[in-house]
């Protein structure tokens, strides 16, 4: 896996290299332009395309505060093939730019999970609780399995409880399998 992004940054550098015959100046619009590339390619499933296009975005924008949501998005991208180390990267760098930055504790959280580090994926899914997430349904469910796992039985599924509550349909299952 990490030759394929090995050979993704060299194709990206050249693609750096010659854009506008030679003369790359980053600029907020291109930065822009490739993010939103990178998003289409995202919600179209071609998540290589979009680790690309994120890549570019990163590289084009002016200000190291504008490529929050380039990092996010290609963090996003990578966890979808499985490149979860790399992803956590990606996570850490927002969580630099933008402390507070709820999403990416999220995203950082669903990594840690992946990699059965419950623990921490508890303590990243509590500081995107703190810090608001939107999705409080799916944050929970994500928080009251590793509990679970954890071998925080009562805590999981009050979580998970409170997930099904808010909506999120999808803990059932576990309510079903580990809290009944």
Known sequence: MKT???LLVIFI??????HSQGTFKPSL???DEYRLKGDIDYINKDYLSAI?????SIFAYPKPDEVLWSYRGRGDAKVKLN???EAILDYNKCIEISPKYAEAYLGRGICMEELKDFRGAILDFNKSLQFKYFNEGL????????????GEKE???KDLNRSFDLGYAKSSEFLKKYCN
Do not use: D, P, R, V
């Open 29 to 31: 619009e291109l930065g």
């Open 4 to 6: 394929i992004l090995s």
């Open 13 to 18: 550098s050249s693609i750096l290299n010659t």
């Open 83 to 85: 490149f979860i180390h």
């Open 52 to 56: 690309e296009k994120f890549t570019i």
């Open 139 to 150: 944050l929970l469910y994500h928080k009251g399995f590793c509990e679970i796992m954890e």
């Open 155 to 157: 805590n999981g599924c």
